[in-house]
């Protein structure tokens, strides 16, 4: 009998969830032109208006995408060679990142210098400086700025390679409990606020890939997780039974985050070793409840909603993700110049940040050498019949 929740080979849940989480990524960004917390640029309405809404995706909206990556991973390791899938995937990967520091990121750290050091040269004669590796702003250059995650997923997916064989002969007595019972809603937690505060302070986040261990340590695990539970049923049973829990846990813990960070002294130090430990346990509370309710909710609903709009994001999400922050700091950056009223100011950013991405991505896609500058097949229709990338 075929398991009510058996994982098919192409995974529209988690097509439309890989979609939703990066365009959740996209606004987040435009989020950070006004908020307090450091961005390459800042709005002149920059305030705290919005940071608690901020903070309902801040805690994982990024590991999830790192599951889902892992979970892809699986798909396409399973179908290919391992020397085939190497390459495909690095194919995949290092011309968007090479193209998009020598490239696509300039602007940001052009504009950026702009704004906070008062650099008042063109961007050409910027770039002649950008472009040697060197510190001239105190800042390194060339960067890789967002698309850190295309450079992390570079070394994982080698990892993975040689890993993977190994996790598959995982006995299922024990995988079984740890992905699809009451197991999965506690261990993870437990491990993510073990590493926020005995890690974390040791590693603070840097996205430079060689002392990123807190970083790693969450995300690779993420990686992992994703690849180890693509084809285990169950996994997908259980986040549906629980999504309602979840999701309620998860926005509980929200609440509880906000209550604390609003009423806490700003600085760490000034906190009690208690309520740090309990601002952690409520952060990844909600970082793990809303993952389990994203997998939930998706598998239950999406896993069968196929169609052109599907089809077409699937391939356009990551020319949208290496364009993206480009535009919204060249964009913010001349609109905070014209002295407009803020909701004007954010609705002009995020509708001329969509443009960009349908424009970028409909302009490579149509000249095939181009393609694989925005990470996609030369073929296009193979790209079309292929797992989430």
């Known amino acids: 009998m075929t398991h009510p929740y058996a994982i098919p080979e192409r995974r529209v849940d988690l097509d439309w969830l890989r979609i939703a989480a990066f365009g959740l990524l996209i606004l987040y960004h435009v989020g950070m032109f006004y908020v307090t917390w450091g961005f390459h640029v800042k709005s002149s309405h920059a305030s705290e208006a919005i940071e608690p809404l901020m903070l309902l995706t801040n805690p994982w909206r990024l590991l999830l995408l790192f599951i889902i990556s892992g979970v892809a991973t699986r798909f396409m390791l399973d179908k290919l060679p391992v020397r085939t899938f190497l390459g495909d995937r690095m194919w995949r990967l290092a011309p968007p990142l090479v193209f998009g520091m020598l490239v696509i990121v300039a602007p940001q750290t052009y504009f950026e210098i702009v704004q906070k050091q008062g650099f008042d040269g063109t961007i050409w004669e910027f770039y002649s400086q950008y472009l040697p590796p060197s510190m001239t702003w105190g800042l390194i250059t060339p960067t890789w700025n967002h698309l850190w995650f295309v450079a992390y997923l570079i070394p994982y997916t080698i990892l993975i390679a040689g890993l993977g064989p190994l996790m598959k002969r995982i006995p299922s007595q024990l995988a079984a409990p740890l992905a699809s019972g009451p197991l999965l809603l506690a261990l993870p937690v437990l491990y993510l606020v073990a590493l926020r505060l005995f890690l974390l302070p040791l590693f603070p986040t840097t996205h430079a890939l060689t002392d990123d261990w807190y970083n790693h340590a969450e995300s690779f695990a993420g990686f992992c997780f994703g690849y180890a539970i693509a084809r285990h049923a169950p996994f997908f049973a259980y986040v549906v039974r629980v999504r309602w829990l979840a999701l309620v846990a998860g926005l ?46 998706a598998h239950k609903h999406l896993a069968g909603r196929d169609g052109p709009i599907r089809r077409y994001l699937t391939e356009a999400i990551f020319p949208f993700y ?31 940040t969509a443009a960009s991405c349908l424009a970028f991505h409909e302009f490579i896609r149509r000249v095939p050498p181009l393609r694989p500058l925005g990470g996609l097949k030369l073929n296009p229709v193979r790209a079309s019949r292929t797992a989430t990338a």
């Not at 309990?278 to 793990?288: K, M, N, S, V």
């Not at 009223?341 to 995020?350: C, S």
Request: charged letters at 10%.
């Open 252 to 297: 509980t813990a929200w609440i509880a985050l906000i209550t604390l960070y609003t009423t806490l002294p700003e600085a760490p130090g000034d906190r009690t070793p208690a309520v740090q430990v309990a601002a952690q346990l409520a952060r990844e509370i909600q970082a793990w409840g809303l993952i389990l309710a994203a997998f939930g909710f």
């Open 322 to 352: 290496i364009i993206h922050q480009t535009t919204i700091v060249a964009t913010g950056f001349w609109l905070d110049k014209q002295g407009l009223p803020v909701l004007l100011e954010a609705a002009l950013l995020i509708t001329l």
